[in-house]
């Protein structure tokens, strides 16, 4: 597959790579946005999606969520392509000055400037504790349901105690399918009503409660057929399973970054904060992941970085067009971009 060609590219869509989008928008250039999360918003929705913002200038009070709806329509006019659900694994230079940039999904862009707005690293997974059945990943182990094979006949193991594990066992209990819920404890977290529903499954027999430890696993013929499980009581029991469906929660890995070649100190990005460039000419780093004197990690520092570093790259996007500053309030062109012409 061609990979796909663009100016600019963005690694991670949190407020900060989503305010990168308009202000590269701005100067008339469309932008490829990747982040490994399923959905837009960074540690506003993944870590506080309900909870109150009050810096945010001109806005007096807002959730983590209401912020990315309200950056997600700013950024309409835009026009960015979006690729959620994948991580950038590789960013190395190209023959041709370019960067070649590849995801875990296989994607492939060839981009004159990239812009790493990684935050504290990718959202990912949190592994399942028994590192022999990693070899499983994609076949019997899965992080979300929508990963599951379409009915499968075996029994469905869900690992995880909290609301997102109760609800996928409720969920595939609804499908008529074989479902355990094993969790590390007896006790069980998530909202009043789902756990009603949980005891209700258990009590009539619907959906299988085991407490305790995964300790082994047994496979037959290169297929994972069984855990072991060590109880509370320090007896152990046998579970079969044919699918594994593992609800731990995400945690932020920096992951393949701390492979790119990029200076880094204590697992930040240093940059010029003339232009929010990089040791490496043409990337630039912005919001949490980069640091400089009197680095602050803030939303509103991140805005700042990324108009500045929007304005850094167009050398390098259009070296025959010098950038001139021109206001939204009465710039034609802007308004043009804008779509309020
Ligand atoms: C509980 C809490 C409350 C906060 N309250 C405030 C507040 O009131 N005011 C304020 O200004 N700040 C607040 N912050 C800080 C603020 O959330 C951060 O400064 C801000 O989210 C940084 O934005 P970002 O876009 O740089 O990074 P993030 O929001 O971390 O987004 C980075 C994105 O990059 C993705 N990513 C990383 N690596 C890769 C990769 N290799 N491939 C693909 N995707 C990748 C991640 O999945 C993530 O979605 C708070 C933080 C927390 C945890």
């Known amino acids: 597959m061609e990979p796909t060609a663009t100016d600019a590219l963005i690694i991670g869509a949190g407020p ?9 928008g701005l100067h008339g250039v469309r932008t490829h946005v990747v982040d490994a999360l399923p959905y837009i918003g960074g540690q506003c929705i993944e870590l506080y999606a309900d909870k109150p913002i009050y810096d945010i200038p001109a806005i007096s009070v807002c959730t983590g969520r209401e912020l990315v709806q309200r950056l997600q329509a700013q950024i309409a006019p835009m026009h960015a392509t979006f690729h959620v659900g994948q991580q950038v694994e590789g960013l190395q230079r190209h023959a041709d000055g370019r960067f070649a940039v590849t995801t875990s999904t296989g994607a492939q862009f060839l981009s004159t400037t990239v812009f790493i707005a990684a935050g504290v690293g990718a959202f990912v997974p949190r ?79 619907r959906l299988q409660f085991v407490a305790g430890q995964p300790i082994a696993s047994t496979a037959l013929q290169g297929r994972l057929c069984s855990l072991t499980v060590a109880l509370p009581d320090g007896a152990t029991q046998e579970l079969p399973v044919d699918q594994l469906l593992v609800a731990l929660g995400l945690s932020p890995k920096l992951g393949p970054l701390a492979h790119w070649g990029l200076a880094l100190e204590r697992k930040q990005i240093p940059v010029n904060t003339e232009n929010f460039q990089t040791t490496e000419p043409g990337i630039f780093a912005v919001g949490d992941i980069n640091t400089y004197p009197g680095k602050k990690k803030l939303i509103l520092s991140g805005f700042h970085e990324a108009t ?4 850094g790259a167009m050398a390098l996007i259009a070296p025959q067009h010098p950038v001139t500053l021109e206001y939204t309030t009465t710039s034609k062109r802007l308004h043009r971009i804008l779509g309020v012409d």
């Open 127 to 205: 592994s399942f504790p028994l590192s022999d059945c990693q070899q499983y990943a994609g076949t019997q182990l899965h992080y979300h349901p929508s990963a599951l094979p379409v009915h499968p006949a075996g029994a469905v193991v869900v690992f995880g105690g909290e609301e997102a594990a109760l609800g996928w066992a409720m969920a595939l209990c609804a499908q008529g399918r074989s479902v355990t819920l094993l969790h590390r404890r007896t006790q069980l977290q998530a909202p009043e009503s789902l756990l009603e529903q949980v005891h209700a499954a258990i009590a009539q027999g």
């Open 16 to 24: 900060v790579g989503l305010f990168q989008v308009f202000q590269l």
């Open 308 to 311: 500045l570093a929007a304005f």
